[in-house]
């Protein structure tokens, strides 16, 4: 099956700092990634969605300005959070889909950010 | 808007049978897929189902009524590692884009 690659797994940072988080699709070009954020104990909520080579589109009541995403080729998007603070520590997690087949989504290995 | 509604929690012996369910009411529909999530993990796909009936893939099969917006994951022969929770997504092809809306997640505990 396909594989998302999504690195780095754990980050811990002080707050202020800037962090990017990684998503690559290793063996198939992904037309459209998604990024989710999970709080403990509670489901995927969709944070934005980006096609390659246009903006991103995000979700209501996600700020664009803070959670900065690039898509800058087929295989590849950085999900950067800028300013993190301690309300921003969550697992994040992207996920891909491809152009052959529309239905399944391919997920990453989620990032687990904790902002001190 | 969206809603999506599954049980919280659900618990159940190895070896057992356990199903659970998932309602759904949503401005579009475009196909209705299970998640298996273990603790902090992504989540792993299972099923899906886009047209009315029954899915089977070995010991889980995944059934769907478009009419009722209605569909259940049934889990045979549990094993312990069975032990996880089961998101229940509904792709809506409204937004665009197609996205995914999930549902909060059945955890699901296996007992020996």
């Known amino acids: 099956g396909a594989v998302v690659s999504q690195h780095p797994s754990r980050v811990i940072c002080k707050s202020g700092t800037s962090v990017k988080i990684e998503c690559r699709s290793l063996?198939?070009?992904?037309?459209?990634m998604f990024w989710y954020r999970q709080f403990p104990k509670q489901s995927l909520m969709l944070m934005a969605t980006s096609n390659e080579g246009s903006k991103a589109t995000y979700e209501q009541g996600v700020e664009k300005d803070k959670f900065l995403i690039n898509h800058a080729s087929l295989t590849l998007s950085t999900l950067t959070v800028t300013s993190a603070h301690p309300e921003d520590s969550s697992f994040y997690i992207c996920s891909a889909r491809t152009r052959a087949t529309n239905e399944k989504l391919f997920f990453g290995s989620g990032t687990q950010l904790s902002v001190l | 808007g969206q809603n999506i509604d599954q049980p919280t929690e659900m618990t159940a012996t190895e070896g057992a049978i356990v199903q659970i369910n998932c309602t759904y009411q949503t401005s579009g529909f475009n196909g209705l897929f299970w998640y298996q999530q273990h603790a902090g993990e992504a989540p792993t796909f299972l099923s899906y189902n886009v047209l009315d009936g029954l899915e089977e893939k070995g010991r889980f099969s995944s059934f769907l009524s478009r009419s009722k917006g209605y569909s259940y994951l049934l889990l045979k022969e549990l094993q312990m590692k069975d032990s996880a929770s089961y998101l229940c997504?509904?792709?809506?092809?409204?937004?665009?884009?197609?996205?995914?809306?999930f549902g909060k997640g059945t955890m699901l505990l296996v007992s020996p």
């Open positions: 997504a509904v792709r809506d092809p409204g937004s665009g884009y197609s996205t995914l809306t």
């Open positions: 063996d198939f070009q992904a037309t459209t």
